[in-house]
Each structure stands twice: as C-alpha cells, then as structure tokens.
C-alpha cells in the first residue's frame, strides 16, 4: 500500500480527556492544562464505530400531543433522517415519556434510526405531581417542590438547583432507571443544563437571581475556604448580580454543581450501559459575547466539558434566520470551545424551521434552510439537530407545529451535497505501530500522529470570569492511495504514540478519537 505523507490544518472531530483529575471543587485552571487521552487503545470500554453525519430530528411528546411512532419515523427516514430524539424532564413528567421510549425504540429499530434521549433540568413542574405521574412504570414520583432553586429573596422559582442533594438522588434515580430499562439509549444529551433566563432566546433579560439556597450556601463557603479567599459576610446581599460585591466570586462558583452534574450523570449512566455517548446542548455566541460569558450569564463552561472529556459531541441551538448570526455562532464555537473546523469534538448543531406552538423561533425560508446546511457542511460539522418534528403521525390538538417534510425535501433536492450515503469507522486495531480498520463504504484512510497530544486548553482571563481557550496542534498525516473498506497504515513511531484515524469519501471527512499507543 502507498502511503503519501503529508501536513494538514484541515481535521476532524476527536474525543479526548483532560489529564487533570475532577473533583467536586475545581482548582484554579494552571498554565500546564492540555488536553490528551487518559489510556491505550486496549482499554476501550467497546468497540465503537462512528458516523460520518448525523441527521437528527427532536419529537416531543408533552401536552395534548398525539403521536404515531411508526408514522413518524417512516417518514423521516424516507428523507433520510438517521436518528430521532426524544425529551425527557428529569424532575418532572418523566413517566409520562418513558411509557412512551419502547414504542418509538421499536419504530426505530423498524426503520434504522438511532434513539437518542434528550435529558431536561430546568426542574420543577406542578402539572406533574406524584398522583399525576402514580399510574406511569419505572416507579418514578412526580416533582418534589423542594428540588427547586432558590431566588435572591429566598422564593422558589420553578427551576432545579443541581447542588441540592435531593435534586442530585432524583437525576441520578432517573438516570439509572432510564438506560436499565432501555438499553437501545445511543445518547444521553444534556438540554438546559444552565441557571434560568427569562427568555431562552433573547439575552437582553437575563435572571441571574439563583441559586442562593442553603446547601448552595455551604458548597459556596468552602469553595472559598479552598481558595483562601474571604467568607461572605452577607449571604445572599453581597452575591447579588450585578452590584453585590462577591458576585464575580459566586458566579465563579456556582459553575461548579452544573460542572458536577456532567461529570456524574456521565459516571451513572456508563456504570449501567458502557456503550452510551454524552452531548451537551449550549447556547450559542451572541454578539458581543466573550468566552467568560458562558460561565457568567448562564454558568455553562462546555469548553471545561470537553477539556475533561465528558463529551463526545457539543450541540450548540443555532436558532438563526440569517447567515450573519449563523457565522457568528459557528466561527465562535469552533474558535473557544473545539480548536478547529474540526476540532476537539464533533460540531452537530441543533437548527430550527421555526414556526408556531413550541416551535423555536420565527420561521425560516427554505432558501435559507439550503444555506444552512451547505454552510454547516463546508465548516466542518458532523451534522445538525432539527428542532422539532411537525407532519405526519403528529396531531397537536392546539396549535399545529410547522411541517418539517419541505425542509427535509430540500435537504434532498437542493443542498449542494443532497442525502449522500453514510458511511461508519469501526473502531481501530493496533498491532505495534499498525493501525488498522474498516469502513461500511470505500473510503481514503488517513492516520494523523504525533507524540505529543494535538489539542491544549489555555488558560485565559475574560472581561469577568477566567476561561479555557482550546487549541489545535496538528500531527503529521499518512494517507492511502485509493479507497477501499479496510485499511492499515503504519506509523512511523516507537511507543508511545497519540493518533486517530481518519476517513474521506466524496462527501464528508470523518475521525476517531484520540487514541494514546502505549504499548
């Protein structure tokens, strides 16, 4: 076989971990954080294969909905929609989805769709008590007021406070339970994983007010008894955005029991299905945003996610109508949070046709849908996440959801790429420095190498609150001569060694993670 060396800037999406250890109270970030894989390729949990594009659409199932699974997923995959998405509270109507998973679970099977599982934490509902949720399997109760945050004046206010050990049990409960009773789970996508805002879209209002409850209290003191720093002398008073002076110090903090709740319902959920995947879906840049703003307005901090490697996708809501914001979003995301076009992980951004009911913003044109997904394509994204399924097999009883199916026709018909074919990358083998794989379609076969780790994540100071900065540091690339399903490609190089493998049709570019050859 010919290989061709060569060098290259242009990448794909890899999972990696970050060298330092977490714990419930972060350290200070330090010069020497980078980010690089924390074993050899031997003591990967399974073999696991990757797709070169995920297709997604989210189906929600709340309210007055009615829903034929079969119908729904018959129809999104004659479009050529690969997986399905299905939402669920943690804290509330948890039973009144999950009597639901098998049905579509079975629908997908039928039709070839991965089922992925988006996971809510905004909290508490009141509409979903436990005679409500009584008659639902799994023995989950319904929402428990006192899992609620607690607001500047000691109010609840109808979201979860993630520090509060009750909440904590309740996610974790539900997480078990969850992919036990449904090993078919491929996802457990994180959605809402912030503190509240008054308006989910729009920033100019932001309600920074929680979470000042008393467990938030004592996590908050010791994490400033770690760092040496002054207790607070009036709790709740001297932490009150914007003028409180100990705001910068708690909105520090209170990045941390979301930073944990990643961290653990990733731990959960891998001790009862080691196959599982994690994704997280995040706000994107609006204009005028720094970095630090993330941890600042929302207390979000997905570039540590990644850096610690409990990610292996991120999902930023791209909810645009214009290719300016659509630019702005995506040109940030890959700057901070994953190095490169294709960066740290993969890129599958959730969209919108927009429209009435629940929908998610105004409606798009299907001119610009085309524009969308050519440019999410040419940037390097592993995909896109439709937000949210409306046609047939899907009867809102109030207001109706817009059709998704013109959407999906001009993914088909108009997009520069179409519907082209999937291909998937199993998982390599490594005999000495032999890399080898296979490939459902013919591909190109790359090997990128280097014996240092390709990503670092920078500590940096924001206009508030300090941040990760992630970075690519490319490798050298060996390439095949031709295309074919099986490859094998030696690495010049003694153990150890980090590497991943690559693969090119006409269509798209795809990469493993990161794998560290040690021998």
């Not at 050990?165 to 309740?170: K, L, N």
Request: hydrophobic share 40%; with cysteine.
């Amino acid at each position: 076989m010919t290989l061709i060396s060569e060098k290259t800037y242009f990448i794909v999406p890899v999972l990696l971990v970050f060298l330092l250890a977490a714990t419930s109270v972060f350290a200070p970030y330090s010069s020497s954080t980078y980010i690089g894989n924390h074993g050899t390729i031997s003591y990967s949990s399974s073999a696991r294969s990757y797709q070169s594009e995920l297709r997604g659409v989210l189906v929600k199932y709340i309210s007055n909905y009615v829903h034929d699974d079969d119908l729904i997923c018959q129809t999104l995959a004659s479009y050529g929609i690969n997986a399905v998405y299905l939402e669920v509270n943690l804290l509330a109507w948890t039973g009144y989805v999950l009597k639901d998973f098998q049905s579509m679970i079975d629908a997908c099977k039928k039709y070839g769709l991965e089922f992925h599982v988006l996971v809510k934490y905004a909290g508490y509902d009141s509409g979903y008590t436990d005679g409500s949720e009584s008659g639902y399997p799994y023995g989950l109760k319904g929402s428990n007021p006192d899992w609620q945050a607690v607001d500047i004046d000691g109010n609840y206010v109808g979201w979860s406070c993630l520090q509060r050990a009750s909440t904590r049990a309740r996610i974790k409960q539900v997480i078990e339970t969850m992919v036990t009773a449904f090993p078919d789970i491929v996802d457990i996508n994180h959605d809402y994983i912030r503190y509240p805002t008054t308006d989910v879209i729009d920033v100019s209002d932001i309600n920074f007010k929680v979470c000042y409850c008393n467990e938030c209290k004592a996590a908050f003191d010791a994490w400033l008894a770690a760092k040496r720093k002054a207790p607070i002398a009036n709790w709740r008073t001297d932490c009150a955005y914007p003028d409180g002076s100990r705001w910068k110090d708690f909105a520090e903090w209170r990045v941390n029991p979301i930073n944990n709740i990643v961290r653990d319902v990733r731990q959960w959920a891998l001790a009862k299905n080691p196959n599982l995947i994690f994704t997280a879906d995040v706000w994107r840049p609006y204009f005028g945003w720094t970095p630090d703003e993330y941890k600042y307005v929302l207390g979000q901090d997905p570039a540590y996610w990644i850096s610690q490697g409990w990610l292996d996708s991120i999902n930023p809501m791209v909810y645009v109508d214009n290719m300016a914001s659509l630019n702005h979003s995506i040109s940030n995301v890959i700057q901070y949070q994953t190095g490169d076009n294709k960066g740290a992980i993969p890129l599958v951004p959730f969209l919108t046709q927009g429209g009435p009911g629940a929908d998610a913003g105004a409606p798009v044109t299907v001119d610009f849908w085309v524009q969308e997904i050519d440019y999410l394509r040419q940037m390097g994204c592993n995909g896109f996440i439709i937000w949210r399924y409306g046609g047939p097999g899907f009867n809102e009883l109030d207001v109706p959801f817009t059709d998704i199916r013109p959407y999906l026709a001009a993914i088909r018909d108009r997009c520069a790429k179409g519907v082209f074919s999937v291909f998937k990358q199993t998982q390599p083998l490594v005999v000495g420095s032999t890399i080898m794989w296979n490939t459902l379609l013919p591909t190109t076969g790359k090997v990128e190498y280097s014996q240092t780790p390709m990503f670092t994540a920078t500590p940096k100071n924001g206009s508030d609150l300090p941040y990760l900065d992630i970075d690519y540091i490319p490798g050298t690339i060996l390439s095949e001569s031709m295309s074919n399903t099986t490859h094998s490609i030696v690495v010049p190089l003694s153990q150890p060694f980090y590497f991943r493998i690559m693969d090119v049709d006409s269509n798209v570019e795809l990469a493993s993670p990161v794998y560290l050859n040690a021998g």
